[in-house]
């Protein structure tokens, strides 16, 4: 297998519009790794690139470290899976599976054998025969896979393949993926919007806005330490909360300012917003570190607007400030809507963020 | 069922006849009636008697071998050349370089204009001091004193004369349907090609051209069955019998015989009877050959 790298990679559109902006990545051997953000944020434009579908601007890709940045994609040692599957409707499943293998010089015996494997290792053995219009789009995505699988490629490209698929079938898709990942250990890039996708499959994830990378990490580093605003409310559903405050001296004591709080730091958060003194701040909590207390212990109380319940859990809305807020809490104690609640902000779970620049303050 | 369940199941099935009546009855009306018409007329002499002379007429006809070979030697080579041409010209429109859409608009200028302003144009141009001529001149490709007469009249020259100006009017249509065809294709389907292994040829024959069979077929039955009913512009360039083709023909006897001797319209529609057939024949044979009858079963 191989490890990819992308140097000083870009791609530029016009003259202002930047699809990927000097760009530097690289992708282990065996990594399962997945490029997330919002449409527009170059993920896909970055996918191609590697694809040798779009031409590079500036910059170079290198495959085991040859330079492919100017070699036709066929030459690349590529496969792609692609969002709308791609499959051609003018050829059986096999023929499918078989065109790449066809431009290999190998005997009709080993195109066969071949097919017949992987048809069988995404379970679609018994449609070979098929024209893709007699398929369901789960089964030509599964075609689409079987296709990019047949040529054993260094590098396994993904552009959105579960985002046709109904919300089921694709929670087993994602299974399913990791599992082939983990017998094939092809070095997959996998593109997504949908972070609880990344989530739950990624060995890394690159979160993207802008052409440029944000932050790279393993899903447990972009949740837990997302390092801006917009990976802290991007990542995680219901998003991260963020509120506006003011840093307060009283005495030794340092406090966060709230129009509706005022929030007491312990030793270790004070340490670390010792630059940010009698200035305002960004803090953000996820959704399931603010709990509900008793009304002795609480740091805020409002009304539930709106609950959602979610099986053994519920997420509660209320208005704090005019600006919704989100917890999401065991079903211990279902609430309604109109209950008053006593809250309270878990305070290791707090993060801090620069108020002009949105930048994490402090490594936690 | 009781009678209420049933009588609705009647006007439901009742129903698609008739909202299609209204379209079967103008049809009858206008096209069958005249059809049916020229089919009867032609076996019949001016009395009304049955005579089979017509198409005896037909058959004599010393200019009927020629037209039928000039027929089908335009609508040959013409459907074929604008075909090529068109498609390549469809290609390249489709990269969508810079431009594209300019070069698509002057490309479809030709459509614009009426067969007398084309050959008007061209008879302009191919006048031995045309503009055809002086410009090869100017570019130096002919001395002043060898200047090409292309309109000589003799029969060579005139057939590829007319299969240049027939190209070069009815390319840009084609070529529309083409790109519309070719903007119809998932571009991923191409990109998929070019990534499992293909190259520009490659992805060419074995994945646009097959998904663009559709579309290929239409633009052929419509460019193959006007070409085969090609006769006003070889009139207007050549006049009658210098360079005879089935519809020439036609029209010659029904437009410039048929008002001194009113048999002469018995006769073309004779004539027209067998470009009818003709046309027909040629349709259903490359429906047939194409494969289009076999997807409609599989469908």
């Known amino acids: 297998m191989a490890d990819l790298k992308l140097e000083n990679l870009s791609k530029r559109f016009s003259r202002k519009v930047w699809g990927v ?81 066809r431009f290999k010089h190998l005997s009709k015996a080993e195109i066969d054998s071949i097919v017949t494997e992987t048809a069988d290792m995404v379970k679609i053995d018994n449609l070979v025969k098929r024209y893709p219009d007699q398929l369901s789009g789960g089964q030509r995505q599964r075609v689409a896979l079987a296709r990019a699988l047949a040529v054993k490629p260094k590098i396994f490209l993904m552009d959105e393949p579960l985002s046709n698929l109904d919300a089921k079938l694709r929670v087993v898709m994602r299974t399913e993926l990791r599992a082939i990942h983990q017998q094939t250990k092809a070095t997959t890039v996998f593109v997504t919007h949908d972070q609880s996708e990344a989530m739950s499959m990624a060995d890394r994830i690159v979160i993207m806005k802008d052409g440029v990378i944000v932050q790279i990490g393993s899903p447990d580093d ?70 509900i207390t008793s009304e002795k212990n609480n740091l805020l109380k409002e009304r539930a607007l709106v609950v959602e319940p979610q099986g053994s859990l519920q997420i509660i809305a209320l208005k704090i400030d005019d600006k919704i807020v989100k917890l999401v809490s065991a079903r211990e104690h279902t609430v309604f809507p109109g209950d008053m609640l006593f809250l309270t902000f878990k305070q290791n779970k707090l993060h801090f963020f620069d108020i002009d620049t949105g930048e994490r303050i402090g490594d936690l | 069922m009781d009678s209420l369940t049933h009588s609705r199941s009647i006007w439901k099935k009742a129903a698609p006849y008739l909202l299609i009546a209204p379209t079967i009855v103008w049809y009858g009306f206008f096209w069958a009636r005249p059809v049916i018409q020229a089919f009867y007329g032609g076996f019949f002499d ?83 001091y045309g503009w055809l001529n002086s410009f090869l001149y100017h570019v130096g490709l002919i001395a002043k004193n060898g200047k090409i007469v292309f309109m000589s009249g003799n029969k060579w020259p005139s057939i590829f004369v007319i299969i240049i100006i027939d190209a070069w009017g009815v390319i840009p249509s084609m070529m529309i349907i083409l790109v519309a065809g070719m903007q119809n294709l998932n571009e991923e389907l191409k ?91 040629i349709v259903i044979l490359y429906l047939k050959v194409s494969g289009s009858f076999r997807k409609e079963e599989n469908g």
């Open chain 1, 21 to 101: 902006k000097k760009m530097d990545l690289s992708v282990k051997d065996k990594e399962f790794l997945v490029l997330l953000g919002p449409s527009g944020c170059g993920k896909t434009t970055t996918l191609r690139l590697i694809a040798g579908l779009e031409e590079a601007t500036t910059g170079n890709i290198l495959i085991d470290g040859v330079d492919i940045t100017d070699t036709p994609p066929r030459k690349r040692d590529i496969s792609m899976v692609f969002q709308s599957y791609a499959v051609w409707p003018h050829m059986t499943v096999y023929d499918n599976i078989a065109f790449a293998l």
């Open chain 2, 46 to 128: 001016l009395n009304g008697h049955f005579t089979l002379d017509n198409y005896k007429f037909v058959f004599n006809d010393p200019y009927f071998l020629q037209a039928i070979f000039n027929t089908f030697f335009i609508a040959i080579v013409s459907v074929a050349v604008e075909f090529v041409l068109a498609f390549g010209l469809s290609l390249l429109i489709n990269i969508r370089f810079k431009g594209a859409g300019v070069f698509l608009f002057i490309a479809t200028i030709p459509m614009a204009l009426p067969f007398v302003a084309i050959a008007a144009m061209w008879k302009a141009g191919l006048a031995t």
């Open chain 1, 222 to 291: 972009v949740y837990f330490k997302s390092t801006n605003v917009f990976v802290a409310g991007f990542i995680g559903m219901p998003p991260t909360n963020f509120f506006t405050v003011e840093i307060i001296h009283e005495g030794t004591d340092i406090v966060l300012k709230h129009p509706f709080f005022e929030l007491k730091l312990d030793n270790e958060r004070k340490s670390m917003l010792y630059d940010y003194s009698k200035r305002s701040l960004t803090f953000g909590i996820r959704p399931e570190d603010i709990t």
């Open chain 2, 191 to 281: 990109e998929a090609g070019y990534i499992f292994g293909g190259t520009r040829l490659t992805v060419l024959r074995k994945i646009t051209i097959p998904l663009l069979k559709s579309t290929i077929t239409t633009a052929l039955i419509l460019r193959i069955i006007s070409a085969i009913q090609i006769w006003a512009i070889i009139t207007l360039m050549f006049g009658y019998l210098r360079l005879p083709t089935l519809v020439s023909q036609l029209v010659f006897y029904s437009d410039q015989r048929a008002p001194a001797d009113p048999v002469y319209y018995q006769r073309a529609l004779a004539y027209s009877v067998i470009v009818a057939i003709i046309i027909s024949s």
